[in-house]
Structures are given as C-alpha cells and as structure tokens.
Nanobody, 119 residues
Framework: QVQLAESGGDLVQAGGSLRLSCAAS????????MGWFRQAPGKEREFVAM????????DYADSVKGRFSISRDNAKSTTYLQMNSLKSEDTAVYYC????????????WGQGTQVTVSS
C-alpha cells in the first residue's frame, strides 16, 4: 500500500508559476499510474493530469493543456506538476493519486496541498 504526500502549494499571483511535488512511500512507485486532481471551493473534484508508470504517456484536462506539465522520477518515488501561467480559476486544493496496475480507478490519495492564485 502506497502513501502519498503533496507539497509545494502556495499563494501566487496570476501569471506566476508553481511546482507541486508528490512523494510516495510504502509501495513500488514505478508500478503506479499517477494522477493530479483538484477541488475548488463548492465544486467537485476534477481531473488535472496523469502520467503512465514509465513516464512515457501523459494526459491533461483541456483547461490546463499548454500550461501544466506532469512528470515523475521513479528513482525518487516522486511525481511533479509544473504549473505555469496560473489563473485565478486554478485556485483549488490539489491532490495526487495512484492507480495500481490491475485497478480501474485511483486507489490511493494524498492529503492535498492548497494553491491560491490572486488576480
């Protein structure tokens, strides 16, 4: 069973950048597809980005394409979300999640990190 811990959330001005990190422990990190999700106040949690186990495949929500980039370092058991050109609508709690090899859903979730973008 893997444990996930996000970090890097902060208050940033619109147009700025942040990099979120998600450190995994307690499992074989390279065996998990990793994803980032976010939840804004009063809204449902939504998908942001995902990366395959080997890091060769990625996918993004339309709202962040061209601005956000997901990556992973399997040697460090860490996945990252580089966020550029931030907008006020990116304000949310960001969660990382892990999907096991034989699972159809994300099984493990971190506690979240707050990103606030001021306009």
């Amino acid at each position: 069973q893997v444990q996930l811990a996000e970090s890097g959330g902060d208050l940033v001005q619109a147009g700025g950048s942040l990099r979120l990190s998600c450190a995994a422990s307690g499992g074989t990190f390279s065996g998990y597809t990793m994803g980032w999700f976010r939840q804004a106040p009063g809204k449902e949690r939504e998908f942001v980005a995902m990366i395959t186990r080997g890091g060769t495949g990625t996918d993004y929500a339309d709202s962040v394409k061209g601005r956000f980039s997901i990556s992973r370092d399997n040697a460090k058991s860490t996945t990252y979300l580089q966020m550029n050109s931030l907008k006020s609508e990116d304000t949310a709690v960001y969660y990382c999640a892990a999907q096991g090899l034989f699972s159809s859903r994300y099984n493990y979730w971190g506690q979240g990190t707050q990103v606030t973008v001021s306009s």
